[in-house]
């Protein structure tokens, strides 16, 4: 159980393009979700905390109107990177936990590798 | 000063070593305590929870203390398996993770 499946796993675009990334959590529900960007040799460094049905709560220095994301429903948020540029390019990861209201178990998804060229 | 901070890597140890990952944190209302790994370009995958009374599992001991915020993780009789990089892992609300120590396993 606690499986989250995050889509796609590698995309590569021209600079100036947008890009969106879904996560989903495939068997429970998840009123959060954290998108994580893992730069290479670096740690993850967490973006942005993802609420269902309310607007996400950004990290200092994340660009909000740069980095959208959409929890729409209980199984799924979405990151979309806008007018990428090649400073953008990274690992981007989501997680969730399947425990509402605790952060016990967090489960990641297996990331997407995006290259902006 | 980091939130969470780790022993410089890489650690390069011989089939069968034992060896040990220190990490501490700054924010002593830190929730609960975790060590992943993380194998080169794939996600982090949970290795165990860490408790004050510490906790075994198999080859792998972990230990906290909040008191000098402090977290160590042991790996006994190591495997070439177990190359990989270990990140030390606080929760105080949303996870923060450490830049992670790299561990090489060799034959």
């Known amino acids: 159980g606690a499986v989250v499946s995050q889509h796609p796993s590698r995309v590569i675009c021209k600079s100036g393009t947008s890009v969106k990334i879904e996560c989903r959590s495939l068997?429970?529900?998840?009123?959060?979700m954290f998108w994580y960007r893992q730069f290479p040799k670096q740690s993850l460094m967490l973006m942005a905390t993802?609420?269902?049905?309310?607007?996400?709560?950004?990290e200092q220095g994340v660009e909000k109107d740069k980095f959208l994301i959409n929890h729409a429903s209980l199984t799924l948020s979405t990151l979309t990177v806008t007018s990428a540029h090649p400073e953008d390019s990274s690992f981007y990861i989501c997680?969730?936990?399947?425990?509402?209201?605790?952060?016990?178990?967090?489960?990641f998804g297996s990331g997407t590798r995006l290259t902006v060229v | 000063r980091k939130e969470v901070e780790q022993d410089p890597g890489p650690f390069n140890v011989p089939e069968g070593a034992t060896v040990a990952f220190n990490c501490t944190y700054s924010?002593?209302?830190?929730?609960?305590f975790f060590w992943y790994r993380q194998d080169c370009r794939k996600e982090p995958k949970l290795l165990m929870s860490?408790?004050?009374s510490g906790n075994e599992d198999g080859r792998f001991t972990a230990q906290l203390n909040r008191a000098s915020q402090y977290i160590s993780l042991l790996i006994r009789d190591s495997k070439l398996s177990d190359s990989a990089t270990y990140l030390c892992?606080?929760?105080?609300?949303?996870?923060?993770f450490g830049q992670g120590t790299e561990l090489s396993v060799k034959p």
């Open positions: 997680s969730a936990t399947p425990l509402s209201g605790t952060f016990y178990g967090y489960t």
């Open positions: 068997d429970f529900q998840a009123t959060t």
């Open positions: 993802s609420n269902e049905g309310s607007k996400a709560t950004y």
């Open positions: 924010n002593s209302a830190s929730q609960s």
């Open positions: 860490v408790y004050s």
């Open positions: 892992v606080v929760n105080i609300g949303k996870l923060i």
